[in-house]
């Protein structure tokens, strides 16, 4: 395994491209500046320092984009499934040919751990993989009898979309949201976070070397409230897939109106873990210390909660202070890091902020609940894995998503109530439970509102399963079939299959 230092050596030659020439925007198989000329800054939450200029597109360059994938759009839907598919496999083997320089530039640009991110151009193959292989099949429809009639569905794409992902993995969370969209015939418009925006612009240049056409994938950069609301707001945009916070979804629910668009959402998430006395707690708490302390916590589907039966509730969040407080935190390229730095000084101003809420509501910490300070991390934004115990349902720190490293623990006396507080929260995406007891695990699970579930075992993903969430956690799945209902619209026609009478208005 490569050292720290190897790792450092690499990422600073990885990243001289971005310092000397900042990230443009791709438009139609163009790198270009922002039409205004104008830049923004985006820095490493290592030590606070520039990594490089971006262009800060606005609505001029939304409109050339959206009119590029236009343009596109009909011989990239007319193209047979099974030339996409060849062509995105293509696109595959390239990322994983620059696996390490997508590794070491988003660990500089977000934070996030080697250990961890080392694995992300894997995941993201694996998406370009997964949905390359279903290219030809997606336009298969249904064949539906009724009485003297055959009903066949088809399914074409739905046109150029809108993509905006957010800043936390954002090179596996775009590959899952931009091989979908390309294996149905859809041709895009990506909007990357204005936090992180470096491994978007590796990704668009990786699919064109691979032989993508131009113009059937642009990327511009920028901020929510200018370039993605022109986006959102595009009438030649048909759909727009959406990574983000809640409250940004509802933003983009508004803007998209007028233009009537197709919206798919991905938001936010209280995911509770809930642990029933008699499941194998040793497991449960690796488990739940996975999810909340791996990616910085700043991740959609962490167990931010978790709901402990009173019996062991004292065993288990000694286990869980214990473990967490032996977990590296550290920098990003360092192989034996676990937690780096948050994604900005600002998220890291939020998360700190909830250690003082946690103390004003009267919960306890019971280990964490601070910046870190030693040498060199004093500059960047590193706050320890956080525990709180002693809490309740009604508090902020039990209801709001703080996305990062921080865990609420709470006790419950009974099913009925962990149900209760498991449910108790505006938030429905993914939720965990822990028992031996799989009929108690059935009928709990039918009642939980969250759109993923895992029963004794933390988050794995079957990339045909739906994902997503209920209530202010989404609208809509992806993953397998899911994604091609969305980024396709569904065509019936209606065969006769014998004469029968056709009913023969009255006339004068
Ligand atoms: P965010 O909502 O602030 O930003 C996400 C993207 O939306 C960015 O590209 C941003 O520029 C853009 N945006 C902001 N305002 C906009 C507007 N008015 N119109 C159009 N675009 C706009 O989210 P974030 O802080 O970057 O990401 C963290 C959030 O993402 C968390 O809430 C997390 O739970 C959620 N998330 C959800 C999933 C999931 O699958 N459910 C996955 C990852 C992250």
Known sequence: MASFQDNLDKAESYLARFRQDGVSNHIDGQSVPAASGKTFETISP???SKLADVAHGGAEDIDRAAKAAKAAFGAWRDMEGGERKKILHKVAYA???RAEEIALVECMDTGQAFRFMSKAALRGAANFRFFADRAPSARDGQSLKAPGQINITTRTPIGPVGLITPWNTPF?????KIAPALAAGCTIVHKPAEFSPLTARLLVEIAEDAGLPKGVWNTVNGFGEDAGKALTEHPDIKAIGFVGESRTGQMILGQGAATLKRVHFELGGKNPVVVFADADLDRAADAALFMIYSL?????????RVLIEESVHDAFVAKLAERAAKIKVGHPLDPATVIGPLIHPSHEEKVRSYFEIAQEEGATIATGGEKVTDGDLANGCYVRPTLFTNARASMRI???????PVLTAIPFADETEALELANGVDYGLAGYVWTRDMTRALRFTEKMDAGMIWVNSQNVRHLPAPFGGMKDSGIGRDGGDYSFEFYMETKNIALATDDRP???????
């Open 95 to 97: 990322i994983e040919a």
């Open 46 to 48: 290592v030590d606070q």
């Open 296 to 304: 910085n916590g700043e991740r959609c589907t962490s167990s931010s």
């Open 502 to 508: 056709i009913p023969r208005l009255d006339q004068e």
């Open 398 to 404: 039990a209801q709001e998503e703080i996305f990062g």
């Open 172 to 176: 596996m969370l775009s590959t899952w």
